[in-house]
């Protein structure tokens, strides 16, 4: 049971995105898109089916099981029918040719790195096996809640755990929960998997997505590798936490969009689980309504930029098809069952105005904001800095029908980063602990999207060898 | 000799330069590798989630108890709220058992470390059962 609980939401997500997307190439990169993608959506749906289960009084023992099973076998009937209707793609997907020898390298390390990461995931869960505080405070805590039977999970939302901040989303708790519904008992491994099931997707989604986008295998690995060799990335993995999660939605949203320019506004389907995995965003963690809002503002900017302004109403349409279905769940979780946030709850105008106006908070919140930015990756020196040597010697390359994704992930990364930087500025807590404890997590839910706006901008390593090979002297 | 003494000076700094960029370097790759090679240390929600299982099955699911320890150290702060660490690993480890961070209730759970035996505790708290590992069931009379 402990390895359904963890195929059958991958394999529900993977069905639904080929359903929707009624893709029929063989393309290996969009394959591994696919897995990520679907892993991640299937997550989010479960949890949904969960949490709406337990809504109804939970009726019928594991009754969430049969509404999977029923959604599988639809969605796998769906799979069969569409095949059969579709005409197989004559798309070619040519990467450059894998006999340069930087792809080589480059392949070495991200296995490498892969391995090490693994490696250092595991040792780090068997150390923690309960996960970090937020963890056995907040999610964990959550999910043996939702284990009760009948409507006393409503028991997790009482005053006397307010200190568990019963506010935040359920996409976490309830996937935990379920999990230990299918196995049977409170094991440390069900929220160590969901963890590590996140956190190595968000990596694989970055490496093939930036390979699909840019089709270049080289960039994806080097891609990927970046992400994987940062130890803080991995290690907020192991927390248990919802940062790395929401993490992987921001970039799903962004990848999605990526795709979509990329099939020049050809597949709406993009649209739909790109509204999808921001919804999931919303119930993955409340900075999401920051991240919906951002998104929004983002593509209405870029396509105002680049594009014809109706297409607006036309990719909004597509986007709310699929996100509406998860905020209505997610708004109805706030209206009636979670408390207040209590950032937001005690901001008055009496309180919130000195703030604003004090320059000091301005310095202190700037001046984190700098170093833990340098710290991002969590590198022996500035992942940022090298990223950036990287961007000199390499230089820019920026193709035309990628201009709008390149805007929509840009924009995003740096609403979103205002939005953090006045949450501080008016943060009702006292400054310095909330810094401490929260900015370098905060951070990391932009990391991956800021790499793959980054590797869709900076001209791939294949081209540069290409360029060295030219430069060097003909010996015959 | 103001050139020496410059000269002195200006080595003496690009030794403190060196010296402090070779201590950042080594520190930072040092604590990259420390925490690439960090393996099992003994976790206090591990201890305390063993130490209750007997307590946890002995309350019904749902029920409030309060809370009584003599172990403050490790403060955490959660929002506006600061407890001991022990309070919240307490709490996670009972859970779905509500545990209040009071005494005003009719059953009491007690944390103790090191285990308190025979001294009377509280005056209006009677010992239900001690599990022998630093937990107490209290009743209030």
């Known amino acids: 049971m402990f390895a359904v609980f963890a195929i059958a939401p991958v394999l529900m997500g993977v069905l639904l995105l080929d359903y929707l997307t009624r893709r029929t190439d063989r393309n290996p990169g969009f394959r591994v898109v696919t897995l990520c993608l679907g892993a991640g959506v299937g997550f989010g749906i479960c949890s949904l089916i969960y949490f709406i289960w337990a809504l109804l009084g939970k009726p019928l023992a594991h009754g969430f099981l049969f509404i999977e099973v029923g959604c599988l076998l639809g969605l796998t009937l769906g799979y069969i029918f569409t095949r059969r209707d579709c005409t197989v793609s004559t798309e070619s997907h040519h990467y450059p040719a894998p006999q340069s020898s930087i792809l080589w390298v480059l392949r070495c390390g991200f296995y490498v790195v892969l391995g090490f990461a693994l490696a250092r995931f595991s040792g780090l869960s068997l150390q923690n096996p309960h996960g970090y505080v937020d963890a056995w405070v907040i999610y964990n805590l959550r999910a043996k809640f939702l284990l009760q039977a009948n409507l006393s999970w409503h028991n997790a939302f009482s005053d006397l755990l307010a200190f568990s901040h019963p506010d935040y989303p359920l996409l976490i708790p309830a996937n935990v929960a379920r999990g230990w519904e299918y196995v049977g008992e409170n094991t440390v491994f069900v929220p160590i998997l969901i963890a590590m099931i996140f956190t190595f997707v968000t990596a694989g989604l970055l490496m093939s997505a930036v390979t699909v986008v840019r089709t270049s295998l080289a960039q994806g690995y080097l891609a990927g590798l970046v992400l994987l060799s940062g130890l803080s990335f991995i290690e907020i993995g192991t927390y248990q936490y919802a940062d790395v999660p929401f993490a992987f939605f921001c970039l799903a949203t962004i990848v999605l969009f990526a795709l979509y320019d990329s099939s020049s506004g050809a597949d709406k389907s993009f649209l739909v689980i790109a509204g999808l995995t921001a919804g999931f965003g919303t119930w993955a963690k409340n900075e999401g309504w920051l991240f919906l809002l951002s998104i929004a503002c983002a593509r209405f900017i870029s396509i105002a930029l680049y594009s014809h302004i109706k297409q607006v109403l036309r990719e909004g349409l597509f986007f709310a098809l699929g996100l509406v279905p998860v905020i209505v769940v997610v708004v109805y979780f706030k209206l009636y069952i979670a408390p207040a946030n209590d950032l937001v709850s005690s901001q008055q105008v009496q309180h919130v105005l000195p703030r604003l106006m004090d320059i000091s908070r301005y310095f202190q919140v700037g001046g984190q904001f700098l170093q833990q930015l340098m710290r991002l990756g969590d590198w022996p020196v500035p992942t940022l800095a090298l990223l950036f040597c990287n961007l000199i010697f390499l230089g820019l390359r920026v193709e035309e029908k990628q201009k709008q994704s390149i805007a929509t992930g840009a924009i995003t990364v740096v609403l979103i980063l205002i939005g953090y930087f006045f949450t501080y500025i008016v943060s009702p807590h006292p400054l310095s602990y909330h810094l401490d404890t929260s900015l370098s997590r905060v951070l990391q839910h932009l990391w991956p999207s800021l790499l793959f706006v980054y590797f869709l901008v900076v001209r791939v390593p294949d081209v540069a060898t290409e360029y060295i090979e030219r430069l060097k002297p003909k010996t015959a | ?141």
Not at chain 2, 14 to 41: C, D, E, H, I, P
Not at chain 2, 79 to 107: C, M, N
Not at chain 2, 113 to 133: H, K
Request: glycine share 6%; hydrophobic share 40%; charged share 30%.
């Open chain 2, 1 to 141: 000799m103001t050139e020496s003494i410059s000269t002195e000076s200006r080595q003496t700094k690009n030794k403190t330069v060196k010296g402090k960029l070779q201590r950042s370097v080594n520190g930072s790759v040092g604590t990259y590798l420390n925490r690439l090679l960090m393996f099992a240390v003994r976790r206090e929600e591990l201890l305390a989630v063993r130490k209750m299982a007997e307590l946890k099955q002995a309350l019904a699911p749902g029920t409030t108890v309060g809370y009584l320890s003599n172990i403050v150290k490790d403060s955490i702060r959660i929002g506006w709220v600061e407890r001991p660490k022990a309070f919240y690993v307490t709490q996670y480890a009972l859970a779905p058992i509500i545990v209040d961070y009071s005494t005003d209730h009719s059953l009491v759970v007690g944390y103790f470390d090191p285990p308190l035996r025979s001294e009377v505790i509280d005056e209006r708290l009677d010992r239900i059962r001690d599990f022998d590992n630093g937990v107490v069931l209290f009743r209030k009379k």
